[in-house]
């Protein structure tokens, strides 16, 4: 079933979990510990070593870090609300309804194998009725509302550079494997072909004869690969100023003439459409050269398999089978599929999500964690505050916009206060699975389109209370930490100050520094697009960062086997996180000392210094074991480095880690005149 493109997306997440146990945790645990490894020779092994010893890969699991450990235990707490909701007599409309009946239809392996490939039927004789390129303009438009993103996609969200107005943009999607180099690098050639195996396997799956089968997924991959050509490549995504162009409805429609954008815009609902912006104009060009000139046999194909694939996970075991052989075995290296309560228990979770989080925050968060975190929160902005003035390498003026920046910072903790109404959303249990996973979508998109040429609710979230994560959004300029973050082991009462600094501290000074980093640093406090820079400090900043991406550049994730090379990080992909990894521990350091008031440290515990501590609570966040096929995915595709990297790599610029350590050599130990400090 389709996402919503919110295209770009300029929200930068610090990946975070949370723990289920109402028992005292240890604020350090040793058996976590690796002593046969020294710190100044690699401090994520010695750190988090032992955990990995304890905690090996399980078959359903491509990587499984101690937030994972977390994150199962609070997917057990919301499967525990579902499976209390599916005992009642719930009222039909409610959200308990809802919930109740999609985790219900999840579950039941019987009815939905019995179904097979029928809930696809009426989707895809729409798509076998298209023999007229007339026909395009209202064929897609169906398919965007509610089943699929092919050749682009479109969403609203904030004005970039008018972010109390919301607009619509334009851009890049269609490609299943998700990444272009998946289609353009020869490296990646067995992955394409188990990709198109996939493809005839679906078509098979849906009644298609073997040649058929064929020769539909050989059309469909055609389609993407041209595409691939011509995508943006996840570093240049990064780009935002590059992909902001804002056109007139007559300047888009003249440019790309090859559908008639009226009959699409209406039955989009965006009838209204007077301006939008068009993210990746040579994209759309390619789009528009498609539509002109592919046989409709081809685009039939390709249609269908974007329709298939986005609803196998809602078919029968075959299909959600064959979804996993590729997407969990080939591309993850995963063993084993999740579990289908797991699997069952994330759509209501998804598709209701502040339905689901009310009853979380009312049975697991206490209002005293959201207290502490708001002190929390003042503190890493006092330090902040303090680390801008301290710069040697900005002007007054610059510093000045920054400070103003950071005053002016929205703070969401736990949940909302106005929660989603979800009461003109239908779940009708005569339905099938599928169908009703469509309707859901469909409701969601049009919610999503209706605030189009709409003021921006600034209160309304980005994710829901029991995600595990946090954020930073520049259009409203807000930093946010969900309900479901504020647990062990990133933010644990029974721990002492130093842990909970070098944990949860970090993650606050994290995502407050997403909005200096190199895309957040173009927003102002007000949340536009606004270069608030001298041409000097722009210049200062942009040396100090290529220092930081030739340091994870020169990262060897993977070794060179079987005829492939060594795979490095991508310095240039990962530059805003690793930038928000090294100011969110540098300014939670400094929070911490700060609240020390100028008085002696803390005697040590379990034989360790505060500052020591500090630094193994903030690696003990990144404890994992992970295959390898999922470190390479994650590698060409996720914007956060690896766990190991986030620290060892980020620690090496930092003296206050040597000190704590007492390292002036080995590995970890970098020479001063080779670290960069930005914030």
């Known amino acids: 079933m389709k996402r919503i493109i919110l295209l770009a997306t300029t929200v930068a997440c610090m990946a975070a979990c949370q723990n289920n146990s109402t028992t005292k945790v240890p604020a350090i645990d040793p058996s976590n ?46 499967n525990q609300l579902f499976q209390e909701m599916t005992r009642l007599e719930t009222t039909p409309g409610s959200v308990e309804q809802k919930i109740a009946d999609l985790y219900k239809m999840g579950l039941d392996s019987t009815r939905l194998n019995a179904e097979g490939a029928a809930p696809l039927a009426a989707d895809l004789k729409l798509v076998d009725g298209l023999t007229d390129r007339a026909q395009l303009p209202q064929l897609l438009a169906e398919i965007h509302m509610a089943l699929a993103n092919p050749f682009f996609g479109i969403g609203v969200m904030a004005d970039l550079m008018n972010s ?44 298609y004869e073997a040649e058929a089968a064929d020769k539909a997924a050989a059309d469909a991959l055609a389609v993407e690969d041209s595409l691939a050509e011509v995508f943006f490549s996840n570093v240049e ?37 007077d301006r939008l912006v068009v993210e990746q104009k040579r994209v759309m060009e390619r789009v528009n050269e498609l539509l002109k000139t592919l046989p409709l046999e081809t685009i039939r194909h390709y249609l269908a398999a974007q329709i298939i694939n986005g609803g196998a996970s809602s078919l029968s075991d075959d299909f959600q089978t064959a979804s996993f052989e ?62 801008i003035a301290a710069l040697d390498w900005m002007s007054d003026a610059t510093k000045a916009k920054a400070q103003e920046k950071l005053a002016a910072f929205t703070v969401k903790i736990g949940y909302p206060d106005k929660w989603k109404d979800y009461s003109t959303l239908t779940i009708d249990p005569a339905k099938s699975y599928y169908e009703n996973l469509r309707d859901a979508s469909l409701w969601a998109t049009k919610d999503n389109l209706s605030k189009y040429g709409k003021p921006v609710d600034r209160d309304e979230w980005g994710m829901t209370p029991q995600t ?10 807000e930093i946010c930490f969900p309900a479901a973050i504020l647990q062990p082991p990133f933010y644990n009462p029974d721990a002492d100050d130093a842990v909970n600094y070098g944990a949860i501290g970090v993650v606050i000074g ?11 640093r173009q927003f102002d406090k007000d949340g536009n697009m606004n270069n608030w820079w001298t041409d000097a400090d722009a210049e200062a900043f942009k040396a100090k960062t290529e220092v930081l991406v030739k340091q994870f550049d020169a990262i060897e994730v993977l070794p060179a086997k079987d005829g492939q090379p060594a795979l490095h990080a991508n310095g240039a992909l990962c530059l805003g996180e690793n930038i928000a990894d090294q100011g969110g521990l540098r300014v939670a350091w400094t929070a911490y000392q700060n609240s020390l008031e100028g008085g002696e440290h803390p005697a040590p515990i379990d034989g360790f210094t505060d500052a020591q501590r500090f630094y193994l609570a903030y690696a003990t966040l990144w404890a994992q074991n992970i295959r390898d096929e999922e470190a390479a ?43 960069v400090i930005i914030w």
């Open 33 to 78: 510990f690796d002593l046969s490894v020294a710190p100044n020779a690699d401090f994520y092994q010695y750190a988090t070593g032992g955990w990995q010893k304890k905690n090996p890969l399980k078959p359903e699991f491509s990587r499984y870090g101690s937030f994972d450990v977390l994150r199962e235990n609070n997917e057990k707490r919301i």
């Open 164 to 207: 109390n107005l919301n607009t619509l943009y334009v851009g890049q999607a269609g490609l299943s494997m998700g990444d272009r180099d998946y289609y353009v690098d020869p490296e990646n050639a067995k992955i394409k072909q188990a990709y198109r195996d996939y493809l005839v396997r679906l078509f098979t799956l849906c009644g």
């Open 237 to 273: 995504k990064r780009d935002i100023p590059a992909q902001y162009n804002p056109m007139t409805r007559e300047e888009f429609t003249r440019t790309y003439d090859a559908l008639d954008w009226d009959v699409y815009f209406q039955q989009m609902g965006l009838a209204q459409v």
């Open 326 to 387: 590729f997407y969990g075995r080939t591309m993850s290296g995963q063993q084993e599929q999740k579990p289908r309560w797991k699997r069952a228990m994330s759509v209501p979770n998804n598709l209701l999500g502040e339905a689901v989080g009310e009853m979380y925050v009312a049975k697991y968060f206490p209002e005293k964690d959201k207290q502490r975190m708001t002190q929390l929160v003042k503190n890493l902005q006092t330090s902040l505050s303090q680390h």
């Open 468 to 477: 595990v994560n946090a954020y930073y959004n520049p259009t409203t300029n």
């Open 510 to 520: 994290h995502e407050m520094t997403h909005g200096f980093d190199d895309q957040g």
């Open 633 to 675: 995915r994650l590698t060409k595709l996720d914007v956060h480095s690896l766990g190991k990297w986030r620290v060892n790599a980020t620690l090496r610029n930092l003296q206050d880690f040597y000190d704590a350590f007492g390292i002036t050599d080995g590995a970890m130990f970098m020479p001063e005149e080779e670290r």
